[in-house]
Structures are given as structure tokens and as C-alpha cells.
């Protein structure tokens, strides 16, 4: 049932769409996951079509959207202490290893919040079409 509903529903997008389609897919799988342990992957279709049923495209990649931007801003929340924490740590005190972890925090940080900015603005693209 699940893949012939996303059969059908990807013919008709364009290709950027489709893969929206399909990542908003993977991500309200792994949103279920936890919640529902030890389902077959045909369970969790299912549960996952449930789920989606009824929808529109549009409003499933704007849920999936919204679902990741979430788990972005809370991994962010986590880490802003430890952030503030290690921008006051001078650099050039440190060992390599040391330096190049904090260089390395740093990025990835840099990353979660480019993240969230391009989820945003796709999300906003989605919605407002």
C-alpha cells in the first residue's frame, strides 16, 4: 500500500520535490523509531503511511522540515554551554590535539546552524508555494 502511494505520488513531482518527498520520509521513520522498537521495516511503512495518510505532499515535508529543524535547535541548545565555555579557551595555550578539537567544535557548530538556516528556508519555500 505504502509504495504504491509513493509510486504514485513521485510521478508527479518534479525531482527536487521527490527528493523532499523522500527525505521527509526518512526522517518521520527515524522520528517513529523510538517510539515503536522492534517493528519490521514493513511495520513501520505502515505505521509511517498512517501517519502521512491524507496529507499532502507539501504538508509532509513541512512536518519532516519542521521535525529536523527541532532536532537541530535542541542539539544546539545542548552544546551553546559548552560553546560559550570554549570560546574563552585561548587556542595557542593548547596541545594540537586540543586545538584542532576545538577548531573542529567549532565547525560543526558553524554546520548545525547552517543547517538549521537552510531548513528554515526551505521549509518557508515549501509552505509558501
Known sequence: MFSLWLGKQGSSLRPEDRNDLQDAIKHLKLALMPSSPGLSSKQ???LVYAQISGRTVREIVS???TL????LASEIAALVDRERRYAEIDPSR???DAAEFLEGF???MAKRRAEMERLEARR???VTR
Open 106 to 108: 567549532k565547525e560543526r
Open 63 to 65: 512536518v519532516s522540515l
Open 124 to 126: 518557508s519555500q515549501i
Open 94 to 96: 593548547l596541545g594540537l
Open 68 to 71: 529536523q529543524h527541532d532536532r
Open 44 to 46: 513501520l511503512a505502515d
